[in-house]
T-cell receptor
Framework: GDSVTQMEGPVTLSEEAFLTINCTYT??????LFWYVQYPGEGLQLLLK?????DKGSNKGFEATYRKETTSFHLEKGSVQVSDSAVYFC??????????FGDGTTLTVKP | GAVVSQHPSWVICKSGTSVKIECRSL??????MFWYRQFPKQSLMLMAT?????????EQGVEKDKFLINHASLTLSTLTVTSAHPEDSSFYIC?????????????FGPGTRLLVL
């Protein structure tokens, strides 16, 4: 079946450091790929998405590129802020509309 | 982006009572909504898919008589936890499907935290 594997956390960085959270997937067909962010006590917010190979999703300084050859969708940000501290979920949605989420990666950014 | 609301955001109830949680898409119509459960520091577990005008589709291991889902309109789905027990305490999150094909995206509600005493 479909699956999403995320880099295990927690990840702790200093402010202005470079962030990478790895995400790889297995799925039949050509899924759409997503990154969601969850702040403490809240639901999930869509951060960015990519719908086909080589697409780059970007938002609020975060980027991720849909790499079909490596089945990856790694999340990156050049300079993190304390306000980026949250849990990040990688997810895919198949053509049949079924979604699968990774286990989440907790990011803590220290001043 | 599209907005999904949930109500209530917090509920505390006694064991044996039933609790209803509402999920609304505020600025779009959603023929399909999803209900998830999230335990502390864990990922989302899909409980069921709610389709407007038809019965919900439950995931394996989820009791449909325990978790009643009604998708009454194109903007409202409700989850009723019947005869709640302490083990039902959790964070319940709904999402609504927006768009079609490659543009399809799920938008999530803010979640409802249920505590059963």
């Amino acid at each position: 079946g479909d699956s999403v594997t995320q880099m295990e956390g927690p990840v702790t960085l200093s402010e202005e450091a470079f962030l990478t959270i790895n995400c790889t997937y297995t799925a039949t067909g050509y899924p759409s790929l997503f990154w969601y962010v969850q702040y403490p006590g809240e639901g999930l917010q869509l951060l960015l998405k990519a719908t086909k190979a080589d697409d780059k999703g970007s938002n609020k300084g975060f980027e991720a590129t849909y790499r079909k050859e490596t089945t990856s969708f790694h999340l990156e940000k050049g300079s993190v802020q304390v306000s980026d501290s949250a849990v990040y979920f990688c997810a895919l949605t198949t053509n049949a509309g079924k979604s699968t989420f990774g286990d989440g990666t907790t990011l803590t950014v220290k001043p | 982006g599209a907005v999904v609301s949930q109500h209530p955001s917090w509920v505390i109830c006694k064991s044996g009572t039933s609790v209803k949680i509402e999920c609304r898409s505020l600025d779009f119509q959603a023929t399909t909504m999803f209900w998830y459960r999230q335990f502390p520091k864990q990922s989302l577990m899909l409980m069921a898919t709610s389709n407007e005008g038809s019965k919900a589709t439950y995931e394996q291991g989820v009791e449909k008589d325990k978790f009643l889902i009604n998708h009454a309109s194109l903007t409202l789905s409700t989850l009723t936890v019947t005869s709640a027990h302490p083990e039902d305490s959790s964070f319940y999150i709904c999402s609504a499907r927006h768009g079609r094909g490659l543009q399809e995206t799920q938008y999530f509600g803010p979640g409802t935290r249920l505590l059963v005493l």
